[in-house]
């Protein structure tokens, strides 16, 4: 099993339409046995997957408990599933600060043998989650909308990682919502021609309302093939990663 957060410090930077897309392409695309982990308390992606709490317990309690796996529920698609968020999670920061340091990254290993590729959606901010993320994903994916402001809190966020996880994940920096009308996003996009650009699009912006990752709804549109480049690219480098 393999681990990819959907990362930033900044919030409204594009983090849970990526993570549900990129779910998405994992279970169509290359027909992994997907999660989509949504441990954001506002629950955008669990809301874009047609889901709601699971019914079962909150989230926080069976993360406390250890037992992820009776609050999944299936997806629409096949080989997809997701634990939802629910209001618990709001006060989850305070429940990791309580339990041990590695307490996600044993969460994560409880899903093993369920799962090939788990994604997580994350809330903003360089907190106790993150830190944690930071010790139990195999991937952060993080995107930027250009600017230089984006550019130092991502500057920043390397830093951290240099200083508190030397053995941390691998860092995939992804431009989002690029406007290319916009001359300092085609400035920064030229001056980082190795990344990843996801289009500003309206196909996007759409999925609050019809609740479907972008390949369901718009298959052929420029950002679903800039979504299917980038999993591709996840995935290579996933498969490369030391057993
Ligand atoms: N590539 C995009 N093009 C247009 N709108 C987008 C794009 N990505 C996200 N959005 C919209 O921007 C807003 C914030 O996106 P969201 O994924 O919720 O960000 P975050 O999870 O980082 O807070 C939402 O209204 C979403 O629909
Ligand atoms: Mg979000």
Not at 155 to 166: K, S, T, V
Not at 177 to 193: I, Q
Not at 199 to 207: D, G, R
Request: charged content about 25%; hydrophobic content about 45%.
């Amino acid at each position: 099993m393999r681990s990819i957060a959907v990362f930033s410090v900044k919030g409204g930077v594009g983090k849970s339409a990526l993570a549900v897309n990129l779910a998405h392409a994992a279970a169509t695309l290359s027909a992994r046995r997907t999660l989509l982990w949504d441990l954001d308390a506002q629950g955008a992606a669990t809301y874009t997957m047609r889901l709601g709490p699971s019914g079962v317990r909150s989230a926080r309690k069976g993360m406390a408990d250890g037992a992820l796996l009776p609050l999944i529920q299936s997806s629409e698609f096949s080989n997809l599933d997701v634990l939802a968020a629910d209001g618990s999670l709001r006060h989850l920061e305070g429940q990791l600060l309580e339990d041990k340091a590695k307490k996600l990254k044993k969460l994560l290993k409880s899903l093993d043998d369920n799962y090939d590729r788990v994604i997580l959606d994350c809330p903003p901010g360089l907190t106790e989650l993150a830190d944690q993320l930071f010790r139990a994903v195999d991937l952060l994916v993080v995107p930027l909308i250009p600017s230089p402001l984006s550019e130092r809190a991502y500057a920043q966020l390397i830093d951290h990682l240099g200083r508190e996880h030397r053995n941390g994940p691998a860092v995939l920096p992804v431009f989002s919502m690029v406007d290319r009308r916009k001359k300092l996003h085609v400035e920064t996009c030229a001056a980082n021609p190795e990344r990843h650009v996801i289009p500003y699009a309206a196909a996007v912006e759409a999925m609050a309302t019809t609740q479907k990752p972008l390949l369901a709804s718009k298959p052929t549109s420029p950002a679903a093939k800039a979504i299917a480049e980038l999993w591709a690219d996840i995935e290579r480098r996933l498969v490369a990663l030391p057993a």
